[in-house]
RNA sequence: GGAGACGUCGCAUAGUUCGGCCUAGUGCACCACCCUGCUAAGGUGGAGAGGGGUUUACACUCCUCCGUGGGUUCAAAUCCCACCGUCUCCGCCA
């Protein structure tokens, strides 16, 4: 949700924000009518009500044919009091429904446009030169004995895969390099909650723009969660909290799901793309003023995460119409796939500003005592496709694969992964 | 799944019988000041959340909030219904 005041003070914002993401423009006036037809609303149907309760305590003390009148007439105030109340709660909720729609402002800097028109903020690390004909993380995941899809789709369907072995034990090594670094920041570890309240889906923003990509159990009106973010806000929901320290930083580490409804035909190979992962996302409560510098940090964070598995990246600033809705802006990181020619996806880190506090009810106090929403961002630190990169980008002539230094204590000190005959 | 008890402004509680004097009282903790020869005690005052109006701001003022949402009524913490949560007992179950 945004700030009524600030829409009301500099709807400009708003406007050049939306046409940055190739959202709706008159939006912004429609939610600026529809504020001030709610706060005449409020006014009408608050001062009739004053009334009404002044006339109810006379009622009380009247007796005979002077209650009976008295009577009478708060009986029709009761009906007009009804009546403007109803309109009140029309005029409060249609502004919702526009306001709502709004997407969080960008900051100035995000470029505009759709997800072709990202920025490269930099590429770091030597892309690997193979002089062999390198093998895709599927084919040295078989080769390993580290990645069974056959089975996985035998038991759940497309999209779904066991980790084996040395995958199993390479995903759990890296999640826990990834847990020992959050924990080095000052992260407080929680495994969240993988089923969710509809008002909690509905908090975080996934239920509008990626609803069809949420698994939903109507038997028990659950949402399964595609990433622990949505519990992580969930946690301090309705609360006030208190971030004048620093920030308040948890790491979630959960089972991810997500239905990949509109992605088919799309990376259907191995385990870029899948159903159900494990990730270790960061999570940051802050005063507002201090969003913008720890967005900065989570990169930071993401980035020696990447540089320890020895991956070659790009970190990108993405254009603002490939934003979700709470996204004031957002940094992704991109790995180099050798197989694949480009860089992929390993990490997101957004910086939601007030918009997702504000709809979760997150405060803290101002210096003057006040409450305000506090800012929040969220970020990934490790996930299940990680291993995709790393496989790849490691692996040597004969099918096995080097474990980057930092890994090989999370394996026992191994230091190659060699093919199960 | 069955039976029962409960849910009040940070914490603890009063109020619910029988609707109006609840503008929700009290204690603890908290903040400011006063007093006091000192990590204590005492005194005075302040202090919940959300939203309107009016303000540069302060102040003032009005409305809403007694788990949530409906309903009855001129009037609901109080009566009715549904839901959520907590606890106790029983049943079932990795």
Known sequence: MIDPQLLRETPDLFRDSQAARGDSVELVDAALAADAARRAAITESEQLRATQKTLGKEVAQATGDAKAAL?????????????????????????????????????????????????????????????????????LGEKLRAIDMTRGAKVSGSRFYFLRGIGARLEIAL?????????SEGFEPLITPTLVRPEIMAGTGFLGEHSDEI???????????????????????????????????????????????????????????????????????????????????????QESMLQACELSYRVIDVAAGDLGSSAARKFDIEAWVPTQGT??????????????ARRLD????????????????????????????????????????????????????????????
């Open 362 to 421: 997150i405060r803290y106090r101002t210096e003057s005592g006040k409450t305000a929403p506090v800012a929040t961002l969220n970020g990934t630190l490790a996930t299940t496709r990680w291993m995709v990169a790393i496989l790849e980008t490691h692996q040597q002539a004969d099918g096995s694969v080097r474990v980057p230094k930092a890994l090989q204590k999370y394996l026992g000190g191994l230091e190659l992964l060699e093919p199960v005959q």
């Open 71 to 139: 009577l009478a007439e708060a009986q029709q105030l009761a009906a007009r009091v009804k009546e403007l109340a109803q309109v009140a709660t029309d005029a409060e909720a249609e502004f919702t429904r526009t306001a709502g729609s709004i997407a969080n402002p960008i900051i100035a800097g995000v470029p505009a446009g759709g997800e072709e028109n990202f920025v490269t903020l930099r590429e770091v690390g030597t892309r690997p030169v193979f002089d062999f004909e390198p093998r895709d993380h599927l084919e």
């Open 215 to 301: 698994y939903y159990l109507p038997a028990d009106d659950l949402y399964l969660t595609g990433t622990s973010e949505v519990a992580l806000a969930g946690f301090h929901s309705d609360e006030i909290v208190d971030p004048s320290d620093g920030p308040i930083r948890y790491a979630g580490w959960s089972t991810c799901y997500r239905r990949e409804a509109g992605s088919g035909g799309k990376d259907t190979r191995g385990i870029l793309r899948v159903h159900q992962f494990n990730k270790l996302e960061m999570f940051s409560y802050v005063l507002p003023e201090n969003a913008e510098a720890e967005h900065e940090n989570l990169v930071s964070f």
């Open 343 to 356: 860089y992929r996806e390993l990490t997101s880190t957004s910086n939601c500003t007030t918009y997702q």
């Open 175 to 183: 999640m826990n390099l990834a847990l020992d670094k959050a924990l």
